[in-house]
């Protein structure tokens, strides 16, 4: 008898399903957006904790190139831009009364590449952004770009707007490697790392991939060296899996075993070398500000953009549609209504553990208005064999990746009962599971 808990949990790894509750049970959702951001607003119920690390999130969908292996919400670079620009801008502006006064703690563009838009719209972009909402004490500014989109021009642009974090895909540096992914431009490589070199940010995130496609230990050792000699204040490593779309057979046993053997190879290298990096303290752990604060503080977002998902505490969550849907009506969403204190503290529990992020109970208390020990208690008689109590914090118990993620959807009532909405990928029925479970997430 297949196990719902396993079924799920393949088919959203191999879909790239945002791992985030409630996002993965989205459904058409007819809201008002400015009506459901007035009510969070305006409840005073809503825990003052929360209010404090309010974030804004931009998705702009354009890349120079779309990569064979991303799976994000993407499309080339064409004559759309100019209509994405103005009804992003009037999307914005339906929000400015809305927030006024309300300070925001961060501001992350991401995509997509938002670093592949011209001079002029980014500065309009920024300006637009910096003259509607509060946001002179931003705790972190940050941007998304590729390699081939940097130049001397942005970078001034972005210093001279207040950036603080620039993220960087390097994903691997090999010419051979980039072109089997349909990520091979024209363009001077060390030239443009000399610019990443010369203009400086408070962070530099550096993001490689491990394991895609055409990259072996050399490009690999090359790639992560050439990286850390800019020093950075994170190198992020991800993990190449062959989403659904993909064109990959699960039932080739050669091709599975190639794919497990080359990630792991890469995945002990890369992480010899950045530990080595760590130690000698050529390289910071600073992680996007706004992703540990939405995961670790529960914090509000409101974002605008194609699929930009927007976080409500205890109202409701919702993601804008696809850049296509987006350009004919951007109030069109997608979405899920809060039902309670309970799901929220269990939206909450989901989102830290599957990052091995401990709860702090003192902490939650804050966020959430519960007492740590109704939050232990709660928490525990959930889950209670897979965390252990350390110092005012529950900590995972459970190592494994795979174990923790089931547990948690076998659990939590959320998880449990909405488990149907997942759809099973039809390609790889019959296949057996924990198998599939240890190559889509056994690294």
């Known amino acids: 008898m297949s196990d719902p808990a396993k079924r799920a949990l393949i088919a959203k790894t191999h879909g790239q399903l945002n791992h985030e509750l ?17 009510a969070w607003l305006e409840d005073t119920t809503v825990p003052a904790a929360l209010r404090k690390n309010l974030g804004i999130y931009i998705h702009v969908p354009y890349c120079t190139q779309v990569c064979s292996f991303c799976y994000l919400e993407k499309r080339r670079l064409d004559a759309t831009v100019p209509s994405f620009m103005d009804v992003l801008l009037s999307e914005i502006e339906d929000f400015v ?44 500014f940050s941007l998304e770009t590729d390699l081939p989109s940097l130049t001397e021009e942005k970078l001034q642009c972005y210093q001279a707007h207040g950036l603080t974090r620039l993220s960087v895909g390097l994903q691997n540096l090999d010419p051979s490697v980039l072109a089997q992914n349909n990520r091979l431009h024209q363009y001077d490589i060390e030239g443009k790392m000399a ?72 995945q002990a290298l890369a992480k010899r070398m950045v530990s080595a990096a760590e130690s000698r303290g050529d390289l910071g752990v600073q992680d996007n500000l706004q992703l ?3 995961m670790r503080l529960h914090c509000p977002l409101l974002g605008f953009g194609p699929s930009a998902n927007n976080r409500l505490p205890f109202h409701g969550y919702y993601r804008n549609v ?4 987006y350009l004919e009506d951007r109030n069109r969403v997608v979405g899920w209504r809060s039902n309670g204190p309970d799901e929220e503290l269990e939206f909450h529990v989901y989102n830290s553990l599957i990052r091995n992020i401990p709860i702090d109970l003192r902490v939650s208390r804050t966020l959430l208005g519960r007492l740590p020990s109704e939050i232990h208690a709660k928490v525990t008689e959930w889950l209670g064999a897979y965390l252990r109590f350390e110092d005012g914090r529950l900590v995972r118990n459970v190592p494994n990746d795979v174990d923790m993620h089931l547990s948690l959807l076998r659990n939590l009532k959320v998880t449990r009962e909405n488990l149907h909405k997942i759809d099973f990928p039809s390609s790889l029925e019959g296949l057996d599971e924990d198998r599939l479970l240890d190559v889509l997430m056994g690294y």
């Open 97 to 140: 009364a809305l927030f006024s006064g309300v300070p925001f703690r961060t501001l992350y563009l991401g995509g997509g590449t938002p670093g592949a838009l011209t001079v002029s719209q980014l500065d309009r972009l920024f300006s637009t952004l910096r003259s509607s909402f509060q946001l002179d004490s931003l705790a972190e």
């Open 292 to 294: 540990d604060d939405t």
């Open 195 to 266: 610019l990443l070199d010369q203009y400086r940010f408070r962070d530099l995130n550096l993001d490689v991939i491990l394991g895609i496609p055409g990259s072996h230990l050399d490009n690999l050792e090359h790639t992560i060296s050439r990286a850390l000699a800019l020093r950075p204040t994170r190198l992020s490593l991800y993990t190449f899996n062959p989403y659904d779309g993909y064109d990959f057979d699960y039932a080739d046993a050669t091709a599975v075993e190639g794919l497990v053997e080359n990630r792991r190879a890469q």
């Open 22 to 38: 409630p996002v993965m049970f989205y459904e058409p959702w007819a809201v008002d957006k400015r009506e459901l951001w007035a």
């Open 322 to 325: 696809d850049s296509y849907a």
